[in-house]
């Protein structure tokens, strides 16, 4: 609650693409703040499909400060594109000085392993894949949201839903693939335009993955996957065989305070 016209003031709002300062109003001691942190990477799993990144994580809370006091603005940096066979790269955390930081969004998965096993962006994880199997699961949301990892009904417990799931405190899961379709998954719904999953890759003949609010495109048979919208937080989407995946989009910071300085 910034008070309901601040006594007289002019409602302000600072908006940070990058990183930076911002000085509290000699006048100010409450503050709303909306963070999105980096988008995760996508990922890039041999010859298979490539899971999408994590959307990056999306809060919104009001804030104390102290008058005429500066506070450094950290805005995430997208996760990178994986390389050959590898993860996504964990997106930025972005931050308000001391009094808030927002994680960013898990990296899509590529790395060959045991169970795909979606990545949660809180422990910076990029999760794994199964190249036997033709699995991988999307990187998680940041500030907690999960890749869905759900059983296909129509099929035996080694089929996976494939796409992202939604975050409980922000950001979302990349989507992931399917073992009997090839088809990539969708990135999980963001958060008012931001911290959209990126989208899984598929090859020619099936769907790739899309990306959703700021989340890139999975790649498809012949064309590369496309990244994370800048300062929307969208995961990268996942690679196809020799198509490259994607880097995540970066953050963003808005400040909306009640002044008449």
Avoid: H
């Avoid at 499909?49 to 506070?71: E, W």
């Avoid at 090839?182 to 990306?211: D, H, K, L, T, V």
């Avoid at 498809?220 to 800048?230: L, P």
């Amino acid at each position: 609650d910034l008070g309901g016209g601040g006594g007289g003031g002019t409602l302000r709002t600072a908006n940070f693409t990058s990183t930076g300062s911002w000085t509290a109003p000699a006048d100010v001691t409450t503050i709303e703040i909306f963070a999105v942190s980096g988008g995760g990477g996508g990922g890039w799993l041999g010859n298979y499909n490539g899971g999408g990144g994590g959307g990056g994580g999306v809060i919104q809370k009001a804030l104390t400060v102290t008058p005429s006091s500066s506070y450094t603005v950290t805005i995430g940096a997208g996760g990178a594109a994986a390389g050959y066979n590898d993860n996504g790269a964990l997106g930025g955390t972005t931050s308000f000085g001391s009094l808030l930081s927002v994680i960013g969004g898990g990296g899509g998965a590529g790395d060959s392993g045991g169970n795909p096993v979606p990545a949660d962006g809180a422990c910076g994880g990029g999760g794994c894949s199964n190249r036997d199997s033709n699995l991988s699961a999307g990187g998680g949301g940041g500030m907690g949201g999960n890749g869905l990892y759900a059983i296909d009904p129509l099929n035996s417990a080694d089929y996976r839903l494939p796409n992202g799931g939604r975050a409980l405190l922000g950001g979302t899961g990349g989507g992931a693939n399917t073992k009997q379709y090839y088809s990539g998954g969708n990135g999980g719904i963001g958060i008012n335009g931001f911290g959209g999953g990126g989208g899984g890759g598929a090859p020619q003949g099936f769907a790739r993955g899309m990306g959703t609010s700021g989340g890139g495109m999975g790649a498809y048979n012949g064309t590369d996957a496309t990244n994370g919208i800048v300062n929307t937080g969208g995961g990268g989407g996942g690679s196809w065989d020799s198509n490259d995946s994607a880097s995540g989009g970066s953050g963003y910071v808005e400040i909306t305070y009640w002044s008449a300085v």
